[in-house]
């Protein structure tokens, strides 16, 4: 028979567990703490591909730069059924209203990536045609530059947002400043 | 079928128009004038076997007095293998030239195109709209006198990037 090497080496690492007072057979944490594990460690996207950098983030989602591995198994390519929306490559005017409109649909909490130069600030395209960053329609928590960047700039995006994430209070999106946040983008 | 023999069908049937030949790069290609494209595109269609329309596209010469907007069009002879150019020349204050539509239904998404980036009004078209700029704007950007950046943008400094 063939040997068979089991975990000996392994070089998986599992989400830390946020801590709390240990029991016989329970455990008590805060929720705020338990639920910012939770809500980071199962990011689901919902890529808005549109030209280069979604090339890069196909890649991120391949078995090389696997983004799986950070909970985000599930690209769900619906604005209802995810948190994260990854805006990868260049919004034009035209196309602007419509990632409004996708945002919208998104439910709370939701967080947003701006993927690459041209989701960023227009990159180099200061054209006319196209809309000069996706923050002058919506808001942005993550910026990640490059052109295209590689897809561990990608990921890295995507840890800092898990960061984010697991930091912000429960009470962020009812608070007065999130609304003025959105005030300024017109959303309600 | 050959260049010549094309050049000396068109010189016949349309004597009227001056019709200006050249062929730069090997490409022939003739300056027109703009009522009659709609005549010489038929006749080309229907006598000479140029029968697939590659591009309609527009050009913007602001010093040229009375011809400012050029509509170029390419025609390919398939069964020949002959390309040809013909080129027409609108005033800008009546920037106004026959649709290709009726002859070739690819020239409709063409012209919407050619209106939407230099203001041709192709005449008898039948959706002659914006198609890839956003409705709303009220310029036609490809004319010479708009720049092509952003206006928008405040934090690029104009010196350093050329604007």
Known sequence: MRPVQYNENSKVTLAEIPEGYWGEGFMTTMFDKAIGAARANSMWPLPFATSCCGIEFMATMGANYDLARFGSERMAFTPRQCDMLLVAGTISKKLAPILRQVYLQMAEPRWVIAIGACASSGGIFDSYSVLQGIDQVIPVDVYVPGCPPRPEGILDG?????????????????SPQYKALLNEYGIQ | MTKEIIQERLNQAFTGAALQWAEPWGMLECTIPADQNLAI???????????????????HYPEQEGKELGIITHLHNLKDNIRLRLKAFVPVAAPDIH??????????????????????????????????????????????EYQMEDPTRLDKDDEMFGR
């Open chain 2, 99 to 144: 649709s290709l539509t009726s002859v070739f239904s690819g020239a409709d998404w063409m012209e919407r195109e050619t209106y939407d980036f230099f203001g041709i009004n192709f005449v008898g078209h039948h959706n002659l709209k914006r198609i890839l700029n956003v409705d709303e704007m009220d310029y036609f950007p490809m004319r010479k």
């Open chain 1, 158 to 174: 995507v840890m800092k947002l898990q960061e984010i994430v697991k930091n912000e209070s429960l009470r962020r999106r009812n």
């Open chain 2, 41 to 59: 595109v038929t006749f080309l269609f229907q006598e000479l076997g140029f029968q697939f329309l590659t591009d309609i596209t527009g050009i």
